[in-house]
């Protein structure tokens, strides 16, 4: 910063930003005046010119860094850096004309792209929205080196090794791992953000097991034995005291009628549950209807929670308890591992999202 120019100082006025965007612009314009690598004051030394508390500083800083103002190095320190303004390029299933529902990833990944200075560029992966109906006309506009974040991997394999060869640095919301075991030397090449699925399960059954419910009952949509929502499921019933029986899963995909007519031919096992974790949504709603046909009560006769949430457990009658990824997270720390300078494949855990209502 030129020596002639005074440092700014914060307003207090009642009609003045907030202290933390006062903070924001004004140590971004100073430090924007440093070369890049210039060590930047620590959260005690402003705190101490400021006069607030060092929360609000760490916010400040938090967010300059997410900029792309300033970069922090474990065990060294904070310093400047030069304002990233590369394109993300975010690849989407569909022909863009397809392209209308609403992403919470994608949106949270376009917000946290503009705060740093950067934008977001979405890449078609087909030309009809057809799974192997490729575009690589389109792919191949990505350029070597490029910046890729992907919110699913799908059938695309062939489209990562692609983009790893063009020495891309590659950011995939990873949601379902387990389906990719196979997959693993590839994604161990690129970075990962996860979605606490387990622990969900975990937590579902210890609010449970809390409750006093001895019987508890899962809907899962993993054949394998080793799908890590039976896995979990298992595990936390034996470190709550409780048994385990393979009579008590039932394994139903995504379609809401084959979830219906399944536990229908189990209706007479609903007598003895009184707890039940579903998977999905719609698996929630409809042993909700089967529980109200035969008469049990939620939460006085049995308890119920869904690992997915949705606007219609909200709006239940009861208030269907529930348990959710956090989409928004994930599209911003995909955003952050791309800007940053690491170059390592990292993995990133996000935590999940508890909606607790009534049915517990």
């Known amino acids: 910063m030129d020596s002639a120019e005074k440092?700014?100082?914060?307003?207090?006025?009642?009609?003045?930003?907030?202290?933390?965007?006062?903070?924001?612009?004004g140590l971004s314009a100073e430090f924007a005046a440093l070369p890049p690598g210039t060590a930047v004051p620590s959260t005690a030394e402003l705190k101490k010119r400021f006069n607030v508390a060092y929360m609000t500083i760490t916010r400040a800083l938090d967010e300059l860094v997410v900029r792309g103002d300033i970069v922090r190095f474990q065990g060294k320190g904070t310093f400047t850096a030069a304002r990233s303004?590369?394109?993300?390029?975010?690849?989407?299933?569909?022909?863009?004309?397809?392209?209308?529902?609403?992403?919470?990833?994608l949106d949270s990944a376009i917000a946290q792209t503009e705060l740093s200075g950067g934008k977001i560029r979405l890449v078609p992966l087909t030309n009809n929205d057809v799974q192997g109906d490729v575009n690589w006309n389109s792919v191949k506009t990505i350029p070597p080196g490029a910046l890729v974040l992907l919110d699913s991997i799908s059938n695309y394999r062939y489209i990562i090794e692609y983009l790893i060869q063009r020495e891309c640095k590659i950011a995939l919301v990873n949601s379902r791992p387990e389906y990719y075991l196979d997959w693993q030397p590839l994604l161990e090449k690129i970075h990962?953000?996860?979605?606490?699925?387990?622990?969900?399960?975990?937590?579902?059954?210890?609010?449970?097991a809390a409750r006093g419910r001895k019987n508890?009952?899962?809907?899962?949509?993993?054949?394998?034995?080793?799908?890590?929502?039976?896995?979990?499921?298992?595990?936390?019933l034996s470190s709550c005291g409780l048994e385990f029986k393979l009579s008590n899963e039932l394994y139903a995909t995504a379609k809401p009628g084959q979830c219906r007519s399944r536990m229908r031919t189990l209706q007479h096992r609903l007598?003895?549950?009184?707890?039940?974790?579903?998977?999905?949504?719609?698996?929630?709603?409809?042993?909700y209807k089967l529980l109200k046909e035969r008469s049990r009560r939620i939460p006085?006769?049995?308890?119920?929670?869904?690992?997915?949430?949705?606007?219609?457990?909200?709006?239940?009658?009861?208030?269907?308890?529930?348990?959710?990824?956090?989409?928004?997270?994930?599209?911003?720390?995909?955003?952050?591992?791309?800007?940053s300078p690491q170059t390592a494949p990292a993995e990133i855990y996000v935590d999940y999202i508890y909606h607790a209502r009534n049915s517990v």
């Open 271 to 287: 007598d003895d549950i009184d707890g039940i974790i579903t998977v999905y949504p719609h698996h929630a709603l409809e042993i």
């Open 216 to 236: 508890l009952f899962l809907v899962h949509e993993g054949p394998s034995w080793d799908n890590p929502i039976r896995t979990a499921f298992r595990e936390t």
């Open 85 to 105: 303004n590369a394109t993300i390029y975010y690849l989407i299933h569909c022909p863009l004309e397809l392209k209308v529902e609403r992403n919470p990833i």
């Open 300 to 339: 006085e006769d049995v308890s119920l929670i869904s690992l997915q949430d949705s606007p219609l457990l909200a709006a239940n009658t009861i208030g269907i308890t529930a348990f959710d990824s956090n989409l928004a997270a994930c599209g911003c720390e995909a955003v952050k591992l791309l800007y």
């Open 7 to 25: 440092p700014f100082v914060l307003c207090h006025d009642e009609n003045a930003p907030s202290l933390h965007r006062q903070l924001v612009s």
């Open 192 to 208: 990962n953000i996860y979605f606490m699925r387990k622990e969900c399960v975990c937590k579902a059954v210890e609010l449970m």
